[in-house]
């Protein structure tokens, strides 16, 4: 089962599209972060939330001499 972590950024309203859409990418790219959702309220602010797997290591089996 794949899990993952969640960030949550609020845009306050008056934010454009474009200044969105550079948040988003720069989290994308740099953080590895994916679009999960947006969410416009009517008064104009903006929720978008994006997410990341958990990568988790396990524990190898070792046989050796």
Known sequence: ?????????NLPR????ETARQVMTE???YGGWELHT????SDGRRRIQL?????RARKTLHIGT
């Open 1 to 9: 089962m794949v899990e993952y972590t969640y960030l949550v950024l």
């Open 14 to 17: 008056g934010t454009t599209r």
């Open 27 to 29: 989290h994308a790219e």
């Open 38 to 41: 947006v969410r416009l309220y």
């Open 51 to 55: 997410r990341k797997k958990i990568i």
